[in-house]
């Protein structure tokens, strides 16, 4: 039976060749969407999860109130792991680590700048990483050793055994290679190419050496012997910071690792989300596109009633019960699935390399995942009979006596469904529409807003090597300008459009006892002020020609609001246990998150120890190529040993739209698809409509209507369709963006412009979806229709 089934089903398909490949193409495009938003998913959801004991790990994160708010960041003291371990129980390990920073390695003269983290041996027991040459209990205890993963190592010494050889970093310090590891998963949220001893951090960071419990510096890891103790540790926790530093009123909390990556985004320091919306969204937009697929393989098929019903009559005259019927209309369905999934796998495997370039992960199929293939099978079982669960059903309602004796088959019922489901399809791509209109609205006002400053032709140089020392920085600022390249050069302690280095140890007169505020520090060279092209909004800026200014500082707006100063040039402030003077207050500007307000901050005048870029101002005169080939040329003639690391400030600043950049562009392409196999669900309703109406669109010809009057005649009651699905996909849509919207402090407000777009677009989609088959009724010869008659 099966045999003939499946015969029965391959002449059927055969025969109508338009139908299949409308049916197998609708199907593979939504198999494939649903297979590499469900693959980028999982990639997501797997972070960090390849640990030994992941679930048992923890990052320790702050919660400090600052600006009217609590800020949460895992930033934490360098005293912070060994408090933990002597004083709060079932703590297994705890690491205190570096966040990893790019350093320059060198093999005789092979340079490369490397992703390196300082450690500790606790880091490698917590992580479990995996050793492929060396002694794991040995490594990081030795302060002058090195660890590189598989791929650095190959890097640096090819196919040579690279244990016991030397590395120099930095063009500072030899260090022996004592252990090489496999390479670091991508996903996994701390990611690094060599691992260093922590020992050779404080060698070459003497202020690290120092104790300071305001001092937010590292990284620190904990890992429990047991999850029983979370809740007890946790409750310890929560006051390590007032137990140790008096006026302190910052509270840690433990926060799992493998949770690290998914939500991050705090609120009142409790983590409410983040990278896990945008999942839920994908998740929600892959199974919805495939539920579209299905919606169009029910429309086409119907639309074809007409022309199987004498084949069912025949069928049940002879003897077929309607379950056997059920079982045939339901084995072309997953026949017609299985095509379209092997469709879907090759678009899959030829897009791939697409959307790794524009997530910047690498996205592949695992053939040897039982996952992989389980997931494949069950989505094509699954769209299959979902597919084909209705039709069948239809299709196998006919009576035979009816169809036989060649009576028109009352489909009313059907067309009813039908509409139903078109009008859901349309109110999907109409939200769609709506939401992504939204995203780039925000993202281009928050991009476009001021930040405070002028970051057009601004450049950022690393600092490195002797570069570092004061002399240097100084000759290269003033060859800088005087080449006519720039025409503005300062220093800075940190890339300007990254976030870190804070501190809590900041006091004034007035400050409420208890109070603990979180300020950003930053130290700043002269001309700062003139360089980036921000303003002062009183008194003057700090200089670091002299050391007139050692005890001075200046502070932004927000500083001065938080603080409450009334004539804060001159407000005598002590910061880090020193006693400064406020000479000076900066108007704000951008340096962490764009969409949230900006926080306090100190500027002190940088004596170069803490120098880690300089920005320079390009001369808007001059080509900008042969400027920053000049630039890179006094670099090199400063500093020869190290690669001119250099990046516009805009590049930068892009940064920090990635992840909205990233839900846009995935819901333009997405809903692309889904808007597209929603056209051809209106498709197949118009392709029903046509069907039936044919004889009434001929007598309509015959009495002299025109091809405008029966193309407006059909699509009237399409745009009726699309009407009801907007007013049903407004408030909807409306409810979605304002939730979305209401994470960011700097948002644009709700206008009307997305969902005139939206009308506008499902309109004139509709129609020419529609008039394409309305198109070939109209001009049929009406003779065709009525010689029966």
């Not at 919660?63 to 360098?78: C, D, E, H, V």
Request: proline share 3%; hydrophobic share 45%; glycine share 6%.
């Amino acid at each position: 039976m099966f045999k003939i089934n499946l015969k029965i089903a391959l002449r059927n398909l055969w025969k109508n060749k338009g139908f299949t490949i409308i049916n197998v193409g609708g199907l593979a495009i939504g198999l494939a969407s649903c297979m590499i938003l469900l693959l980028y998913v999982a990639y997501e959801w797997s972070y960090d999860k390849h640990y030994a004991n992941a679930d048992k790990t923890y990052v320790i994160y702050q919660n400090a109130p600052a600006n009217g708010k609590i800020f949460s960041f895992a930033w934490t003291p360098n005293v912070m792991a060994d408090e933990v371990a002597t004083k709060i129980p079932g703590v297994k390990y705890t690491s205190h680590s570096s966040y990893p920073s790019p350093k320059l390695l060198s093999v005789g003269d092979k340079r490369i700048n490397a992703k390196l983290n300082f450690a500790d041996p606790n880091f490698l027991k917590i992580f479990d990483l995996k050793f492929i040459k060396g002694n794991a209990e040995r490594a990081l205890k030795d302060v002058n050793t090195i660890i590189l993963t598989e791929s650095m190592a190959k890097k640096l010494f090819g196919n040579e055994d690279p244990i016991n050889k030397t590395v120099k970093l930095e063009n500072q310090d030899v260090l022996k290679v004592e252990a090489v590891i496999e390479d670091v998963p991508a996903n996994s949220s701390i990611t690094y190419e060599c691992l260093a001893p922590w020992a050779l951090f404080l060698k070459r960071e003497p202020w690290a050496r120092q104790p300071n419990w305001g001092n937010n510096m590292c990284l620190t890891v904990v890992q429990l012997n047991n999850n029983k103790f979370l809740a007890d540790a946790n409750a310890d926790m929560k006051g390590i910071y007032k137990r140790n530093q008096q006026g302190n009123t910052a509270e840690a909390l433990l926060f799992p690792l493998i949770k690290w990556h998914l939500y991050d985004d705090f609120q009142n320091g409790k983590s409410v989300g983040g990278k896990i919306e945008q999942l839920k969204i994908f998740l929600l937009l892959a199974f919805c596109i495939l539920l579209i697929a299905c919606v169009n393989f029910m429309n086409l098929s119907t639309a074809r009633s007409e022309r199987r019903a004498k084949e069912v009559g025949i069928r049940k005259a002879i003897g077929s019960t309607r379950k056997s019927l059920i079982g045939q209309f339901l084995l072309e369905s997953v026949f017609v699935t299985v095509l379209a999934g092997v469709l879907a796998f090759i678009l899959v495997e030829v897009s791939l390399p697409y959307f790794n370039n524009l997530l910047n992960i690498s996205l592949e199929i695992d053939y040897n995942s039982f996952t992989f293939w389980g997931t494949l099978f069950g989505l094509m079982i699954f769209t299959g009979f979902m597919a084909g669960s209705y039709p069948a059903l239809y299709l196998s309602s006919f009576e035979p006596i009816k169809v036989l004796k060649g009576l028109k088959i009352k489909s009313d019922s059907s067309v009813s469904i039908r509409k139903v489901l078109v009008v859901v399809q349309f109110v999907f791509a109409a939200c769609l529409i709506v939401c992504t209109s939204v995203i780039y609205q925000q993202l281009s006002y928050v991009k476009n807003k001021p930040i405070g400053y002028d970051k057009s032709n601004l450049v950022q140089i690393a600092v490195q090597g002797k570069m570092g020392n004061r002399s240097k920085l100084e000759l290269l600022k003033t060859q800088m300008l005087k080449s006519g390249a720039a025409t503005g050069v300062t220093f800075f302690s940190k890339d300007i459009t990254a976030s870190g280095n804070n501190t809590t140890d900041v006091h004034w007169q007035g400050k409420t006892a208890g109070e603990s505020i979180l300020f950003n520090n930053r130290g700043i060279g002269s001309d700062f002020i003139a360089t980036i092209g921000t303003e002062l909004v009183a008194g003057r800026t700090v200089e670091t020609e002299s050391k007139r200014d050692s005890n001075n500082i200046m502070l932004n707006e927000a500083a001065v609001k938080m603080m409450n100063l009334k004539n804060p040039v001159g407000a005598r402030i002590r910061f880090w246990d020193v006693e400064k003077t406020n000479v000076g207050v900066v108007k704000d500007f951008v340096v962490e998150s764009v969409y949230q307000k900006v926080a306090p901050m100190i500027f002190y005048p940088s004596y170069m120890d803490d120098v880690q870029v300089i920005l320079a101002r390009l001369n808007p005169n001059q080509n900008i190529s042969s400027s920053l080939a000049t630039i890179d040329n006094l670099i090199k003639q400063i500093e020869p040993d190290y690669p001119v690391k250099r990046r516009f400030v805009n590049e930068s600043f892009e940064l920090k739209f990635q992840n909205e950049k990233l839900l846009g562009t995935l819901s333009n392409w997405f809903g692309g698809f889904a808007i597209f196999i929603s056209c051809l669900g209106l498709l197949g309703l118009a392709l029903f409509m046509a069907e039936q109406r044919k004889k009434e669109i001929s007598i309509r010809k015959v009495l002299g209507a025109s091809t405008t009057n029966i193309l407006t005649l059909l699509n009237k009651d399409f745009i009726k369709l699309v009407a009801i699905s907007n007013l049903m996909a407004f408030p909807l849509a409306y409810i979605i963006i304002n939730k979305w919207l209401s994470a960011f402090e700097y948002r644009i407000a709700i206008s009307a412009i997305p969902f005139v777009i939206a009308i506008g677009l499902s309109v004139l989609i509709a129609i020419l979806t529609v008039s394409i088959q309305s198109i070939k009724v109209a001009k049929a010869n009406p003779v065709d229709a009525l010689k029966y008659e």
